[in-house]
């Protein structure tokens, strides 16, 4: 069965993408960095999964950021 994406999980997936990229890491770096699977870490940039909340504060204490700033416009319309 297909995952449904969903603007929220895309979005996530966007802004976790643009936080690696300007810290620096490449996707597989990353996720050695803050151990997890690299087929699960492209899958959320992807916004083909849809994290935890321990998932979450787990990437956001890798990237240095706060909670709030990861998922910063999550679920807002643009």
């Known amino acids: 069965m297909p995952q449904v994406k969903t603007p929220e999980c ?3 997936g966007t802004r976790l993408r643009e ?3 300007q ?3 490449s996707q597989e ?3 050695d960095y803050a151990e997890m699977h690299r087929t699960y870490l492209g899958g959320l940039e992807r916004g083909e999964r849809n994290p935890t909340l321990t998932v979450m504060v787990k990437i956001a204490s890798s990237l240095g950021v706060s909670l709030s700033k990861l998922v910063q416009g999550v679920g807002v319309e643009k």
């Open 19 to 21: 936080l690696r990229k």
């Open 29 to 31: 770096g990353f996720a």
């Open 10 to 12: 895309i979005h996530f």
């Open 23 to 25: 810290k620096g890491f």
